[in-house]
């Protein structure tokens, strides 16, 4: 997982550098949910989605970062593809929900550019 500390190096992840898709947990160490929701989150991504990068910001430390993205609750979700924001999901969401759409999403994303 990657450790944004810069809204530059969150838009280069974006950009499909390394990755040509990448999942960003906006969160903060005083959410107790994002705190919870992190390792599982992290293992979902490496069990079923090992070719899509993970990011994990802290809001607190990057608010202008997060208030660009849209992000005033946390935790918040958001899946890029091609440095499109394809996906959302903030406050209350199943992990197991969570992974049916990204996997929906990412699926037809592959389907396409086959």
Do not use: N
Not at 2 to 19: D, G, W
Not at 42 to 58: H, T
Not at 65 to 77: D, E, K, M, Y
Request: net charge neutral; glycine share 6%.
């Amino acid at each position: 997982m990657h450790h944004i500390t810069s809204a530059e190096q969150l838009e280069a992840l974006k950009q499909h550098k390394t990755a040509p898709a990448l999942l960003v947990l906006f969160g903060g160490a005083h959410c107790g949910v994002c705190q919870a929701i992190k390792p599982r989150l992290e293992g979902l991504m490496a069990q079923q989605f090992p070719d899509i990068a993970l990011a994990y910001v802290d809001c607190a430390l990057l608010p202008g970062c997060c208030a660009q993205h849209g992000v005033f609750t946390l935790p918040v979700v958001q899946l890029f593809i091609e440095g499109q924001l394809c996906l959302e999901r903030a406050r209350s969401f199943s992990l197991q929900e969570l992974a049916a759409q990204i996997e929906r999403v990412y699926r037809l994303w592959q389907d396409a550019s086959r």
